[in-house]
């Protein structure tokens, strides 16, 4: 053990033995909570539902005295564990009360060892393997004293402009809860266990909605939309036992998400049954008088506070507030009691009262050969193979020469992508490193470019000369780590800078032309795909990206992630997810008419009277669930247990498939239903289950998807149902393939 791992078993001990003040037992912990309320003044329970970050009571003493007055009941973004349990011991020790604190950071992939993006971590389709990551990431992050990450985002989008696809799972809500649930699990753990860290449902809820990707940007969600999208991954965190929630940014059909009684307090509290607490976005009660919802910061607080946001983060509306609305009979001292329950609640959940430095535990885990290892698995699972003609990937080892070209081949910042605090550049292992650790010599590396958005050709020559020499040509496009996260959004989604003309010049020396993209969203590159023989994205695979790309380029497995989100042909496309409706006039691709094949003097009112664009047609860059291996898979055999089934019965699904090519792989086989006739339109494909398997050459496996009753429901404006009729049913590869059947339920 390390000189500080020593220090943190000393400070474990030495504070254990001085909480006995505070112990609270488990047990009738609501009459625990109802006592403590009882005893505490008005300006204690005001404080408790203050969140402030560092800095901002000043001074470390004034800080400290803040904590002793009860003025403040969690920190966001204070570092350093020493001082972290310094703090909580002045909370526990020397305020009236002794009351622990919530010291919360955004851990969103990773918090020294960084993941992929979420956007890629879902990519595997592994929800294990997310639980895992997350894991990892609380371990690290509580031997820090972080005891709350705002963790998992959990927001359903189909807008890649919008920067926080990255921080998303992208585009299906079935999807999407089974990773905010693994995520919500891996965070927190075991209650009990030191090393669990709270995990918070953000944002509440549809702010991957924002217009045109702007971000922070109005949304509209009929209720239909939001119960049977946007609502589901938190409902599922919900019954996962996710502890808090965030109240989001955006203004929801006129209402803005932190003020809004329908979601936080019918839906949340009524409907669900929540009884934990719900934070406010960083300033997102003040931002009401922005969105022309409240007039003033006193208005904002006493909407925000009737609505159901418990703790107000960074700002301070209510501390300034609460006080005058309860004297001017606005607001009462129940409904303040309500939200300081809320909170004491998780603090009590959490054992904090008990353990207020069990997270302290020993820092020596942080970026361990195992953490790093799991790093590596999850980002080489979330890369997807997008083309591969001639199989030009896998690359020989000992291929005798191979030009690697563009500044993300070596970017160490931008590998980890958005939203990483506590990620440190230094810690990553970049391509060009791993490649160059594989090829020596025989790689010969130009830049070509200074950065993804450099508009200089003046590294053109080097690199194309560098490509003649060669083999092969391995280009890392993409963007850099700042092109995506919050308020990040870009119109324009292809490939920033002039790296499509390098890519141009590259091609013509006639050499294989291989393509790794790292993204913080789909990106339009259906240009750049045609001149490539291989593509493979990869998104920000985080501190590892290296050696993950390298296990899957050099053939020592086979990429086996899929497609989390529809890719479009280029930002028009918006919105284009594979669950769309039909409409009235679904167009074939015989339908499809090009613009470049419409007569100069067409006389012709229209071309067909069928929904398409006529540059665009009718299909995607790529589907939903899309992703190639080094192998191939045959499906075959569909099986249905039932024609029929009626609403108690479970009807099963299944279909073999077959490793028909040469090498082991992953497949992620995709279950998807159509609701053929409803009482609201239905989408033409929903997503109801998946299953990875891995199968060496030659081999089959039957794989079986369960379907009950229940599985079918959906909100129709007025009520859940679940509505008898005809459905179809399909086993395949991707949202757009596979083996179709039929049922009817009765
Ligand atoms: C983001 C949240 C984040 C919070 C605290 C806000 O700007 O929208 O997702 O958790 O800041 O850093």
């Known amino acids: 053990m ?93 305020s009236k009360h002794g009351i622990p604190l919530l010291f919360g950071r955004d851990v969103i992939h990773g918090y020294r060892t960084i993941f992929p993006i979420p956007l890629g971590m879902a990519s595997s389709w592994e929800p294990d ?25 959990m927001d359903v989008t189909w807008d890649p402009r919008w920067g926080r696809i990255a921080e998303s799972c992208g585009e299906d809500p079935y999807l999407a809860s089974q990773m905010a649930v693994a995520m919500v699990k891996g965070f927190q753990g075991d209650l009990n266990d030191p090393t669990s860290v709270a995990a918070c449902a953000k944002h509440f809820v549809g702010y991957g909605m924002s217009e045109a990707g702007r971000d922070y940007n109005t949304t509209y969600i009929p209720e239909t939309l939001l119960r049977n999208v946007h609502l589901r991954p938190f409902e599922a965190a919900k019954n996962a036992g996710v502890l808090t929630f965030m109240s989001a940014f955006n203004d929801l059909n006129g209402v803005p998400t932190s003020g809004n009684e329908f979601t936080l307090k019918h839906i949340l509290r009524d409907e669900w049954k929540y009884n934990g607490m719900v934070v406010s976005d960083w300033g997102s009660i003040g931002e009401m008088i922005n969105h022309g919802f409240a007039a003033n910061r006193k208005d904002a607080a006493e909407i925000a506070v009737k609505a159901g946001v418990d703790m107000e983060m960074a700002t301070t509306c209510y501390t300034d507030n609460l006080k005058s609305l309860l004297e001017e009979g606005r607001i009462s001292e129940e409904l303040i009691n309500e939200h300081v329950a809320n909170i004491l609640r998780v603090k009590m959940e959490m054992g904090l009262f008990e353990k207020p ?48 070209i563009g500044p993300l081949a070596d970017a160490a910042r931008d590998q980890l992508g958005t939203w990483i605090f506590d990620g440190n550049e230094d810690d990553s292992t970049t391509p060009k490193q791993a490649i160059g650790s ?20 003046k590294g053109f020559e080097k690199a194309v ?108 496309q918006i919105p284009f997810y594979y669950y769309r409706k039909n409409t009235g006039r679904p167009a074939t691709s015989e339908d ?63 279909a073999r498939i077959k490793n028909t090519g040469n090498y082991t792989a992953g497949e992620i086989v995709q279950f ?31 794989v079986s998807f369960e379907l009950k009753a229940s599985d079918l429901q959906f909100f129709n404006g007025r009520d859940y149902l679940v509505e008898p009729g005809d459905f179809d049913v399909w086993i395949g590869p991707n949202s757009e393939e596979g083996l179709k059947g039929a049922f009817v339920l009765k």
């Not at 008419?593 to 006529?614: A, C, E, T, W, Y």
């Open 357 to 404: 430095y069990n997270q302290m535990v020993s820092t020596d885990t942080i970026l361990s050969a195992s953490h790093l290892e799991l790093s590596r698995e999850t980002a080489r699972k979330s890369m997807v193979l997008l083309k591969n003609t001639n199989k030009t990937l896998p690359l020989s080892k000992n291929i005798r020469s191979l030009a690697l």
């Open 438 to 457: 594989i090829l020596g010599t025989r790689m010969n590396y130009v830049a070509g470019l200074e950065y993804s958005r450099d508009k200089s050709t």
């Open 592 to 654: 499809v008419v090009s613009i470049d094949d419409i007569p100069r003097n067409s006389k012709q009112l229209s071309l067909g009277f069928k929904s398409m664009h006529i540059d665009y047609g009718i299909t995607p860059l790529l589907p939903f669930g899309y992703g190639l291996g080094y192998t191939e898979f045959s499906y075959d055999n569909l099986a249905l247990s039932s024609s029929e089934i009626s609403q108690d019965e479970t009807l099963t699904v299944s």
């Open 2 to 94: 390390t000189a500080r791992g020593l220090l943190f078993v000393f400070i474990l001990v030495f504070f254990a033995s001085c909480s006995n003040k505070t112990f609270i037992n488990q047990e009738g912990n609501e009459q625990k909570i109802h006592q403590l309320i009882s005893q505490m003044t008005l300006d204690e329970k005001i404080g408790q539902v203050q969140q402030v970050t560092d800095g901002f009571f000043g001074n470390e003493e004034e800080t400290k005295q803040a904590i002793r007055d009860g003025k403040v009941g969690s920190f966001l973004n204070i570092t350093g564990p020493e001082r972290i349990a310094e703090l909580q011991r002045v909370a526990l020790e020397e």
């Open 672 to 702: 998807y239903i159509r609701d053929k006739v409803g009482s609201i339109t239905r989408p033409i494909k929903e997503l109801k289950g998946f299953q990875k398997i891995e199968l060496n050459p030659g081999d089959t496996k039957t």
């Open 465 to 572: 000369s560098a490509a003649k020499k060669s083999d092969a040509i391995l280009f890392f496009a993409g963007e850099e780590a700042i092109l995506s996260g919050e308020a990040n959004a870009r119109g324009i989604i292809d490939l920033p800078g002039i790296q499509t003309e390098l890519i141009t010049e590259l091609k013509k020396t006639g050499k294989p032309l291989i393509l790794v993209v790292m993204a913080g969203r789909p990106l339009a590159i259906g240009a750049e795909m045609e001149m490539a023989d291989a593509v493979l994205y990869a998104w920000h695979p985080g501190t590892m990206a290296g050696p993950a790309v390298c296990d899957l380029l050099f053939g020592d497995f086979s990429p086996s992630g899929k497609l989390p989100v529809t890719f479009v042909k280029g930002a028009g």
């Open 129 to 153: 393997l997310l639980e895992k990551a997350m894991r990892v990431s609380a371990v690290e992050a509580s031997s820090m004293g972080i005891n709350w990450t705002f963790a998992p985002m």
